[in-house]
Nanobody, 122 residues
């Protein structure tokens, strides 16, 4: 299944943005899902993840209370709702599927989206 991302852009600090990631040619089915991000000059880091059952999720401390991950009922699209964006949220955001649970890092990811740029300005 190919992951196709959309929704990135340039926003001001404090704004909201919603990213989407669609499974092209299939569904996420029983796949654990996650979002990662990579800022310039930094390693790719875990942002949030959700177990395929929907009964368990995990968020990085830096985004707790501001970011929320979800999927549609058909399990064809995952979303990352971001509110109260900060300058330090600027990064390329990647969706991920076939993720081991619990998620520890990039080594736990089976498939990646192509990435979408989110830039937060002051």
């Amino acid at each position: 299944v190919e992951l196709i991302e959309s929704g990135g852009g340039l926003v001001q600090a404090g704004a909201s943005l919603k990213l989407s990631c669609t499974a092209s040619g299939g569904t996420f089915s029983r796949s654990n899902l996650a979002w990662f991000r990579q800022a310039p000059g930094k390693d790719r880091e875990f942002v949030c993840g959700i177990h395929w059952t929907g009964i368990s999720d995990s968020y990085a401390d830096s985004v707790k209370g501001r970011f929320s991950m979800s999927t549609n009922a058909e399990k064809t699209t995952m979303y990352l709702q971001m509110v109260g964006l900060k300058l330090e949220d600027t990064a390329v955001y990647y969706c991920a599927s076939d993720v081991a649970w619990p998620v520890r890092g990039v080594q736990d990811v089976g498939s990646w989206g192509q990435g979408t740029q989110v830039t937060v300005s002051s």
